[in-house]
């Protein structure tokens, strides 16, 4: 069966933006569209450059770029009204910023023509016939987005349909039904594109907003409705609640609907590109996000990971790996036999000779969470715990003390500095170390013990540190969690620490990670 055409509109760089918290460099804007690119998106909207300088910018620095796939979208708006075409600064920075297609709204809703432009409807016709013209003049691709596009058809159907028929004869390439609100129930959507098709005959696009929280749905629901150009944004970013979230919107399509949204091969990349755009954008990505979250694959209940290592239909959907993200298994109080099992088989670790020691571990975990432990951001904790109690373990190093202090002189420079006693296969170390801080001076000063007996330490590093805070009515006495991210050559791991004393919690946390590079260094 041949598969339906879909083009992929990313906005990410200019609807994305108006999203809170989010803001990008040029520079920031131009690795992330190096990277759509490479993905497979077909359009790639880059902003606004009549209303921003930066947004000018972007587009003189994309000239210098090769794009394999996409092409580059400067967006704006119709004429204003007191102007000619040919005279609208809006239009003429479109035309100098030299893109192959154009992105252009007008409006749909007649509260916004008599309300917010303060024109008659007639007039609102003409600016947009005016304006589409003036660009396929230029041989500009030009993508029509109908703002408030549903909004209006509710208000008056014929008003909102003369406009995109103003587009259409025009010479628009695309009409674009805009869900600008985010208001529109799925089922009220379906019927609009099903009237709108009768009396338009070029290709019809939807670009939705998320506050009622389904556009997705109304996206893939407009698509088998017939649209052939979706719009959306990168992690579901924008104004408000934010836009359809592509990271969605593509799987789905490609995986459930018989459309071809990006080259086949290129899907595995959807879960790296999720990650990169977070990253650039500087915030935290909810694991929750479907296909491209840490949890969207993960399992967590006993009975759910025994079915999973027998089939893995039984809890996923899909298989994680199509969309480049990975099975995993959680460790946690709601932890049964098969998750020990599971993540052990997957640690390498054979616990087939320690099956009597199996439900001890089970126990032993569940211990360890009701007194805060948290072990699946801790997997490397997780790992040297089985090690310890199926008798795998010798230890690197045994601690005989540690000294951390903090003093404050008349600077006001805080001085911490850390002092450790070691024994490392009967041999003892004592030394000290200042830091930033105490957990820094307390890592600085185990590094120096330990390098002389295992040099390759300098090869890890340290690349997070999280404290949180478990009961909080406690006030200062209150236990903390210390989690701690390492990494080398690559591969990374997560270790916790426990304790009232965030000193102890951070030094459980920081022996563990180190303790853990060694194992791993040693097998090599």
């Known amino acids: 069966?041949?598969?339906?055409?879909?083009?992929?509109?990313?906005?990410?760089?200019?609807?994305?933006?108006?999203?809170?918290?989010?803001?990008?460099?040029?520079?920031?804007?131009?690795?992330?569209?190096?990277?759509?690119?490479d993905f497979g998106i077909q359009y790639i909207?880059?902003?606004?450059?009549?209303?921003?300088?930066?947004?000018?910018?972007?587009?003189?620095?994309?000239?210098t770029k090769h794009f394999k796939h996409a092409k580059i979208v400067a967006f704006g708006s119709t004429q204003h009204i007191g102007h000619k075409a040919e005279?609208?600064?809006?239009?003429?920075?479109?035309?100098?910023?030299?893109?192959p297609a154009v992105s252009i709204f007008g409006k749909s809703w007649l509260l916004h023509v008599t309300k917010a432009l303060k024109i008659s409807p007639e007039q609102n016709l003409k600016i947009i016939e005016d304006s589409i013209k003036f660009l396929k003049a230029h041989n500009k691709e030009v993508i029509y987005d109908a703002e408030h596009y549903f909004d209006g058809f509710n208000e008056d159907p014929d008003y909102a349909i003369q406009t995109l028929i103003a587009a259409e004869n025009a010479g628009a390439d695309v009409l674009v039904?805009?869900?600008?609100?985010?208001?529109?129930?799925?089922?009220?959507?379906?019927?609009?594109?099903r009237k709108t098709k009768e009396k338009v005959s070029i290709p019809l696009g939807i670009h939705a907003h998320n506050d009622s929280d389904i556009a997705v749905a109304n996206t893939i629901a407009?698509?088998?409705?017939?649209?052939?150009?979706?719009?959306g944004t990168i992690n579901g970013y924008g104004e408000r609640c934010g836009n359809a979230n592509l990271c969605s919107v593509i799987p789905n399509l490609q995986?459930?609907?018989?459309?071809?949204?990006?080259?086949?091969?290129?899907?595995?990349?959807?879960?790296?590109?999720?990650?990169?755009?977070?990253?650039?954008?500087?915030?935290s990505q909810p694991l929750n996000l479907p296909y491209v979250g840490r949890s969207a694959f993960a399992h967590k209940g006993g009975i759910h990971v025994s079915a999973v290592m027998k089939d893995s239909r039984t809890y996923e959907h899909i298989n994680p790996e199509?969309?480049?993200?990975?099975?995993?298994?959680?460790?946690?109080?709601?932890?049964?036999?098969?998750?020990?099992?599971?993540?052990a088989d997957k640690l390498k670790i054979d616990l087939e000779k320690h099956k009597d020691k199996v439900p001890e571990i089970v126990k032993k975990l569940k211990n360890l969470e009701n007194e805060g432990y948290q072990f699946e951001a801790a997997e490397g904790s997780f790992e040297l715990l089985l090690k310890k109690m199926t008798g795998e373990w010798k230890d690197f190093f045994k601690l005989e003390g540690i000294r951390v202090t903090v003093e404050k002189d008349e600077?006001?420079?805080?001085?911490?500095?850390?002092?450790?006693?070691?024994?490392?296969?009967?041999?003892?170390?004592?030394?000290?170390?200042?830091?930033?801080?105490?957990?820094?001076?307390?890592?600085?000063?185990?590094?120096?013990?330990?390098?002389?007996?295992?040099?390759?330490?300098?090869?890890?590093?340290?690349?997070?540190?999280?404290?949180?805070?478990?009961?909080?009515?406690?006030?200062?006495?209150?236990?903390?969690?210390?989690?701690?991210?390492?990494?080398?050559?690559?591969?990374?791991?997560?270790?916790?620490?426990?304790?009232?004393?965030?000193?102890?919690?951070?030094?459980?946390?920081?022996?563990?990670?180190?303790?853990?590079?060694l194992m791993h260094d040693k097998k090599k």
């Open 45 to 63: 909207e880059g902003g606004w450059p009549g209303s921003n300088p930066k947004d000018s910018l972007f587009f003189q620095k994309a000239k």
């Open 1 to 37: 069966m041949v598969k339906r055409e879909i083009k992929i509109f990313d906005t990410t760089l200019r609807d994305g933006t108006q999203g809170e918290q989010i803001s990008f460099s040029v520079k920031d804007k131009l690795r992330i569209a190096e990277r759509l690119d």
């Open 222 to 231: 407009a698509v088998q409705e017939g649209c052939v150009h979706v719009q």
């Open 255 to 283: 995986l459930k609907c018989n459309c071809n949204c990006v080259p086949e091969r290129n899907l595995q990349k959807l879960t790296m590109l999720s990650h990169f755009v977070t990253e650039v954008a500087n915030l």
């Open 322 to 343: 199509k969309v480049g993200n990975s099975q995993r298994v959680l460790i946690s109080d709601l932890s049964g036999r098969s998750n020990v099992l599971y993540k």
């Open 411 to 517: 600077s006001g420079i805080p001085r911490s500095e850390a002092t450790i006693r070691l024994n490392v296969d009967g041999k003892k170390e004592h030394t000290a170390a200042e830091g930033d801080g105490p957990v820094n001076a307390l890592d600085k000063a185990l590094r120096k013990a330990l390098t002389k007996f295992y040099p390759s330490i300098e090869k890890m590093k340290l690349t997070d540190y999280k404290v949180r805070v478990l009961d909080a009515e406690k006030a200062t006495a209150a236990k903390v969690r210390v989690l701690i991210d390492s990494a080398s050559k690559g591969n990374s791991w997560g270790t916790v620490g426990v304790s009232e004393n965030i000193i102890e919690a951070s030094w459980q946390a920081l022996t563990d990670s180190i303790a853990y590079y």
């Open 87 to 99: 005279d609208d600064s809006n239009l003429q920075s479109l035309l100098k910023s030299e893109t």
């Open 177 to 193: 039904l805009c869900d600008t609100n985010g208001g529109t129930l799925t089922s009220d959507l379906v019927q609009v594109i």
